[in-house]
């Protein structure tokens, strides 16, 4: 059977990723396409998503849901019954467990949303806490309080979910490695199946990046923010958390599946405003524009009128990419699957990369297996640079 992710006999299962682009406010540090609820558009971006969905469903069997956003869970009871229902029908004809992630907002998951989510056949959650400490909300905008969080958790265990993920933030202006640790220490204490700990990100474009500019606020030093990343192994690990890829750790057997498809660089579509897919070789973006989105599917548009960037890419491209997702995981590249998939040697597509990391202590390799070493994960977007 062909490995070749673009050869069109292939009918292997996909992921699908949903995109509801709401949120009650939008938080600082926020570079996802998202926007105020607008109630009066929610009706017409119900219909919207479900004409994109039966076009562009590809027939092929599902392997994984995610809803994202945005924040899902502001949208009202009826309306995210009317999105999740007809990809919850679809799910439902395939043999198997599937996994199913909604993302959640601890202050907006209620227990009729929830226990809803839970009938429709939705298995997992993951709630956005980032952070136990209120200043350190504050500083993200972000609406809820701790006590939000555990009750959000309270709820989800009572409707059924037995697969939750925590969302953590680490180098937040303010937070020293002391309030880091109470706050991964208050996540464990919930028992979470699963905690992603990310790193802040002053991306482009946002609030929090203007705040840095005019020096409102500050960011943590780099080697505090180092110290934070190598103590939140150290604790997961302690409490039976397992790190599988560079920020996210999982009880065993509770990985995301649904992100392991984007870091193993696999097939998944992708449905909504600024809904990215990737498809045979093929990457596109919907347009980020809410209204555009509505108004392109209620003039009977076709897929086409949506998609504002489309790449074919060649098969060093894919190769290079695939290389650079694997490096993410704990795993690193397995040289032999790495030339089964791609075709090409990684000892001779990466010699350059490898000869200077391996060098400089950021890369251990063999003929079987490449991957970061410690020191190397703290400085994970170095090397994966120099493998593109």
Avoid at 191 to 215: F, N, V, W
Avoid at 303 to 314: N, P, S
Wanted: net charge negative; with cysteine.
């Amino acid at each position: 059977m062909s490995t070749d992710p673009t050869d069109p006999s292939r009918e292997d299962p996909i992921g699908w990723y949903v995109h509801l682009p709401f949120c009650t406010t939008k938080c600082g540090y926020c570079d996802f396409y998202s926007l105020p609820t607008r109630p009066d558009l929610i009706p017409d971006l119900v219909r919207a998503l479900n004409r994109e969905i039966e076009q562009r469903d590809p027939g092929r069997p599902i392997r994984t849901v995610f809803i994202g956003g945005g924040t899902p869970t502001v949208l009202p009871a009826d309306a995210l019954r009317d999105i999740v229902g007809p990809i919850a029908e679809r799910v439902r004809r395939q043999a198997g467990v599937i996994e199913f992630t909604c993302e959640a907002n601890p202050s907006s998951a209620d227990e009729l949303k929830l226990d809803l989510l839970r009938d429709l056949g939705v298995n997992r959650l993951s709630f956005g806490a980032q952070s136990f400490d209120p200043a350190e909300l504050r500083v993200l905008d972000r609406l809820h309080d701790p006590g939000h969080i555990s009750e959000a958790m309270r709820l989800a265990r009572s409707a059924g979910f037995d697969n939750v993920n925590l969302d953590l933030i680490f180098g937040v202006p303010g937070q020293t490695v002391e309030s880091w640790l109470r706050s991964l220490r208050a996540a464990v204490a919930l028992s979470p199946d699963h905690i992603a700990c990310y790193s802040l990100m002053y991306e482009e474009g946002t609030a929090l990046t203007k705040q840095r500019r005019l020096g409102l606020v500050h960011p943590v030093d780099e080697d505090i923010e180092a110290e934070m990343f190598e103590r939140t192994e150290a604790e997961l690990v302690a409490a039976g958390y397992e790190r599988y890829e560079i920020s996210n750790f999982a009880r065993p057997g509770r990985q995301c599946r649904h992100n392991l498809i984007y870091w193993r660089n696999e097939e998944y579509l992708g449905i909504g405003p600024s809904a990215v897919s990737y498809l045979r070789g093929v990457r596109q973006k919907n347009r980020a524009d809410v209204k555009a989105y509505v108004d392109a599917w209620g003039a009977g548009n076709v897929a086409g009128g949506i998609v504002i960037e489309r790449e074919e890419l060649g098969r060093e491209h894919r190769a290079r990419e695939t290389a650079v997702q694997w490096l993410r995981l704990a795993d690193g590249i397995d040289v032999p699957a790495f030339e089964r998939r791609t075709g090409f040697r990684a000892g001779d597509l990466f010699e350059p990369a490898l000869r200077r990391h391996v060098t400089g202590g950021l890369l251990e390799a063999n003929a079987t297996n490449i991957r970061l070493t410690p020191r190397g994960r703290l400085l994970a977007n170095q090397v994966m640079m120099d493998f593109l």
